[in-house]
């Protein structure tokens, strides 16, 4: 072998290595999480299979070199009960999660739909028994997007993790679009913040977030703020973790505001997990004025065993003592003025199975 060919192997080696590693890593990942339900509402009562947010996602990442990376992330929801997609009619689509980032030693840039950081690093972090999914879901805490229904056209920055604390800041463009039909109300953008702090057993979250709406046709202007805390503490086997939030509606004039609160613990023995987690919604406090059948409790004990580190076999039993003081019922008090005259009730008792690949 001569010299040259020697060298042009060595250059073409090199070049295959650098086209390698410029190359795109993409994983294929998510949950299937099905159960089988016993509900009662009011006097109704259904038994049904039902899905709990599952999903396919697909991440990708690209080293560009000095530090920077460019990613995606595409996450779709479907029911995991009948094999539809979760949209309208049936069909499938990647509002769970649509996004592009860059990301480096300065943090990381996003552009597209995710999950408000305000939830993630508070009510999200301490609804360990299911993933804040399904009929036992969190219904007192008052999300994002509460207006307008949209969880897109995010731009978004978080700070890169230093001594255990992050932050991220979005921002949602309404752009001007329509949110109900007839088209008289137009989303004007969203705001949002998350602070979180996770260092050995000591957890800690803030969040804010704030949207706003405008009537078309009148000069009425409405919004939908939160703040909420939250800490988290691991003891051994026992985690223990709690939020504050405090709500607020605003349309015009009048206004809607109440306090929430959540209470959540998770003992662990071998392969058994045991669950038991409270939360208490106040009155709705309308213009200064409390209103009757608004508040709310909401209580959960479940049970996992873990088959493997991806599977489990689960039972849970939830119960609201007042369908009307979860935030369904609030955005209906304060789209329609009607405040409820009595109290409904909510139990459901379900058994299922989670895998995540």
């Known amino acids: 072998m001569t010299k040259t060919t020697r060298v042009m192997l060595a250059v073409l080696a090199a070049c295959g290595t650098s086209a390698a590693l410029a190359q795109s890593s993409v994983n294929v990942y998510g949950r299937v999480n099905t159960t089988i339900e016993n509900t009662k509402i009011g006097n109704d009562r259904v038994t049904e299979m039902n899905t709990n947010s599952s999903f396919i996602g697909f991440r990708g990442v690209e080293d560009l070199g000095n530090g920077l990376k460019a990613g995606f992330v595409l996450e779709g929801n479907f029911n995991s009960d009948d094999g539809a997609g979760s949209g309208k009619n049936g069909q499938f689509n990647f509002k769970r999660n649509s996004e592009i980032n860059l990301s480096g030693n300065f943090g990381m840039l996003r552009l597209g739909a995710y999950d408000p950081y305000?939830?993630?690093?508070?009510?999200?972090?301490?609804?360990?028994?299911?993933?804040?999914?399904?009929?036992?879901?969190?219904?007192?805490?008052?999300?994002?997007?509460?207006?307008?229904?949209?969880?897109?056209?995010?731009?978004?920055?978080?700070?890169?993790?230093?001594?255990?604390?992050?932050?991220?800041?979005?921002?949602?463009?309404?752009?001007?679009?329509?949110?109900?039909?007839?088209?008289?109300?137009?989303?004007?953008?969203?705001?949002?913040?998350?602070?979180?702090?996770?260092?050995?057993?000591?957890?800690?979250?803030?969040?804010?977030?704030?949207?706003?709406?405008?009537?078309?046709?009148?000069?009425?202007?409405?919004?939908?703020?939160?703040?909420?805390?939250?800490?988290?503490?691991?003891?051994?086997d026992l985690t223990l973790g709690a939020y504050y939030q405090r709500q607020e509606l605003k349309w015009d004039a009048d206004k809607v505001k109440r306090n929430a609160y959540r209470l959540a613990a998770m003992y662990t023995m071998g392969a058994s997990e045991f669950h038991a987690n409270i939360g208490r919604a106040d009155k709705l406090k309308a213009n200064g004025v409390k209103l009757d059948n608004t508040a709310a409790t909401q209580w959960t004990l479940a049970y996992n065993y873990n088959l493997s580190k991806r599977t489990k076999v689960y039972a849970l039993y939830t119960n609201i003592n007042n369908v009307n003081g979860t935030t369904g019922g609030i955005v209906e008090v304060f789209d329609t003025g009607v405040i409820p005259t009595e109290k409904e009730k909510l139990r459901s008792f379900g058994v299922g199975i989670r895998h995540l690949f």
């Open 118 to 236: 305000s939830y993630t690093v508070t009510a999200d972090t301490i609804s360990m028994h299911n993933h804040d999914t399904g009929i036992s879901a969190d219904a007192l805490y008052l999300g994002n997007h509460t207006v307008s229904g949209s969880n897109g056209n995010k731009l978004a920055y978080r700070t890169p993790n230093i001594a255990g604390f992050d932050a991220e800041v979005q921002y949602s463009f309404g752009e001007k679009t329509a949110i109900d039909d007839p088209a008289t109300v137009e989303n004007r953008g969203a705001w949002d913040l998350g602070v979180n702090y996770a260092n050995g057993p000591l957890g800690l979250g803030l969040g804010y977030s704030k949207e706003k709406a405008r009537d078309i046709i009148g000069t009425e202007q409405g919004s939908a703020q939160q703040f909420a805390l939250r800490a988290s503490y691991a003891i051994g």
